[in-house]
């Protein structure tokens, strides 16, 4: 089997630390608070939920520009609504609101809120047990997901592009005007900045895959708009975000050993807590992975060298963990990952290359289409950048590579 060998001559280790996360329980940054009221009333106006009717229009624009306006009127203000829309993205159900602040969104979206919100009245007027409550319950779930999404992506171009202050003297493509000491891009209080990334890595192991797949990109983004924009984003730089790396690795360990995960301090769970606790691992993982593949497609040099060694290191012997993994999905994204690491070459993938070699040649057979296609391109990337690792095996590889294509 092409390169069989590898696997008899190297496995993949660990040190402690990765050792020690993996068996301990998975422990997610403070959740941000519930969101005002207003933030959501003025995602449903820029929703357009209503249709195309010259009211609903009306609204929309009128959303659009509150909504400039509180981003560039000064720093707090941006920092405010920044946060709230991170904590609409956090927050997995409307029940977590306070009874005020669902007012305020009633009062501001009356229709939005009995779509997002209808099952949770009828709950309390005891009209809960038949189907069509069900029915309720499902689509506004559906419909919550959705505004959660959708203040995701509102959060990431906000944060990428900071705006510019209102009332700045700009030339006529909006850009501001040369010689103005003193004003720059806004930028996010501290307190804002801390919330705003506790926030986006709760997010990430959201049991919501489109929720976590928004948080990851958002995390990405930040990170490679901060090499641009060293003053406004300077929080989420990567050496800046010393939680972001360490954390991942957790997710990625938890996920590999879901079963041994524990959800609290004492020795005896319930089934039920232990499902639950599995089942965090798993989307944290899965967030988790997504998140890093992203990062490592955009900047894979900047993350080896700015985030802390030891947790970067260990991210290999992780991945390849998971590239045992029974899901399909954890395979790929662990995979596509290694794979992104063959051009910086990190000294924890040289030191495990044998380990990797291995998982090239026992994914070699995967049931998968895309997994193959990333054993494909792992042997193309080291073909590129290290040959002298396949010169070995090259009839093995090409026979290898006849076969798969």
């Given at each position: 089997?092409?390169?069989?060998?590898?696997?008899?001559?190297?496995?993949?280790?660990?040190?402690?630390?990765?050792a020690?996360?993996?068996?301990?329980?998975?422990?997610?940054?403070?959740?941000?608070?519930?969101?005002?009221?207003?933030v959501?009333?003025?995602?449903?106006?820029?929703?357009?939920?209503?249709?195309?009717g010259?009211?609903?229009?009306?609204?929309?624009?009128?959303?659009?520009?509150?909504r400039?306006?509180?981003?560039?009127?000064?720093?707090?203000?941006?920092?405010?609504?920044?946060?709230?829309?991170?904590?609409?993205?956090?927050?997995?159900s409307?029940e977590?609101?306070?009874?005020?602040?669902?007012?305020?969104?009633?009062?501001?979206d009356?229709?939005?809120?009995?779509?997002?919100?209808?099952?949770m009245?009828?709950?309390?007027?005891?009209?809960?047990?038949?189907?069509?409550?069900?029915?309720?319950?499902?689509?506004?779930?559906?419909?919550?997901?959705?505004?959660?999404?959708?203040?995701?992506?509102?959060l990431?171009?906000?944060?990428?592009?900071?705006?510019?202050?209102?009332?700045?003297?700009?030339?006529?493509l909006?850009?501001?005007?040369?010689?103005?000491?003193?004003?720059?891009?806004?930028?996010?209080?501290?307190?804002?900045?801390?919330?705003?990334?506790?926030?986006?890595?709760?997010?990430?192991?959201?049991?919501e895959?489109?929720?976590?797949?928004t948080?990851?990109?958002?995390?990405?983004?930040?990170?490679?708009?901060?090499?641009?924009?060293?003053?406004?984003?300077?929080?989420?730089?990567?050496?800046?975000?010393g939680?972001?790396?360490?954390?991942?690795?957790?997710?990625?360990?938890?996920?590999?050993?879901?079963?041994?995960?524990?959800?609290?301090?004492?020795?005896?769970?319930?089934?039920?807590a232990?499902?639950?606790?599995?089942?965090l691992?798993?989307?944290?993982?899965a967030?988790?992975?997504?998140?890093?593949r992203?990062?490592?497609?955009?900047?894979?040099?900047?993350?080896?060298?700015?985030?802390?060694?030891?947790?970067?290191?260990?991210?290999?012997?992780?991945?390849?963990?998971?590239?045992?993994?029974?899901?399909?999905?954890?395979?790929?994204?662990a995979?596509a990952?290694?794979?992104?690491?063959?051009?910086?070459?990190?000294?924890?993938?040289?030191?495990?290359?044998?380990?990797?070699?291995?998982g090239?040649?026992?994914?070699?057979?995967?049931?998968?289409?895309?997994?193959?296609?990333?054993?494909?391109?792992?042997i193309?990337?080291?073909?590129?950048?290290?040959?002298?690792y396949?010169?070995?095996?090259?009839?093995?590889?090409a026979?290898?590579?006849?076969?798969?294509?």
């Open positions: 089997e092409f390169l069989a060998s590898r696997i008899a001559t190297g496995s993949a280790t660990m040190d402690a630390a990765t020690a996360a993996m068996s301990a329980p998975l422990q997610l940054p403070p959740p941000p608070p519930p969101p005002n009221g207003a959501l009333a003025l995602l449903a106006a820029l929703s357009n939920h209503g249709g195309v010259s009211h609903d229009a009306n609204a929309h624009q009128l959303a659009l520009k509150a400039d306006d509180a981003l560039s009127s000064s720093n707090e203000g941006y920092g405010d609504l920044c946060s709230n829309f991170c904590r609409v993205l956090a927050c997995p409307p977590l609101i306070p009874e005020e602040e669902l007012k305020k969104f009633h009062d501001g009356a229709e939005m809120f009995g779509k997002c919100c209808g099952w009245m009828d709950r309390q007027n005891g009209n809960a047990d038949n189907d069509e409550f069900e029915r309720k319950k499902k689509q506004g779930a559906m419909l919550w997901n959705t505004i959660r999404q959708m203040a995701g992506l509102l990431k171009n906000a944060l990428v592009s900071p705006p510019i202050p209102k009332n700045a003297p700009v030339d006529a909006g850009r501001m005007m040369p010689g103005r000491a003193g004003i720059g891009r806004m930028e996010l209080p501290p307190h804002s900045a801390l919330e705003v990334k506790h926030g986006l890595l709760t997010c990430m192991a959201d049991r895959a489109a929720v976590r797949g948080a990851s990109t958002a995390i990405a983004r930040c990170c490679t708009s901060a090499i641009h924009l060293e003053k406004s984003m300077a929080p989420f730089a990567v050496k800046n975000w939680e972001l790396v360490p954390f991942i690795l957790q997710c990625i360990s938890a996920g590999n050993d879901a079963a041994a995960v524990s959800v609290a301090t004492s020795t005896t769970t319930t089934p039920e232990n499902e639950a606790a599995t089942l691992a798993e989307s944290a993982a967030g988790a992975l997504l998140t890093l992203k990062l490592l497609e955009d900047i894979p040099n900047r993350l080896a060298k700015e985030a802390p060694e030891t947790s970067f290191h260990d991210l290999v012997p992780a991945l390849l963990r998971g590239l045992g993994s029974p899901n399909e999905g954890r395979r790929r994204e995979l990952c290694l794979n992104s690491l063959v051009f910086p070459m990190p000294g924890s993938l040289v030191a495990h290359m044998n380990d990797y070699l291995g090239l040649s026992a994914l070699a057979s995967d049931p998968s289409a895309d997994v193959r296609k990333l054993v494909c391109q792992g193309v990337s080291l073909l590129s950048h290290r040959p002298e396949l010169k070995p095996h090259t009839a093995s590889v026979d290898f590579m006849l076969r798969a294509t």
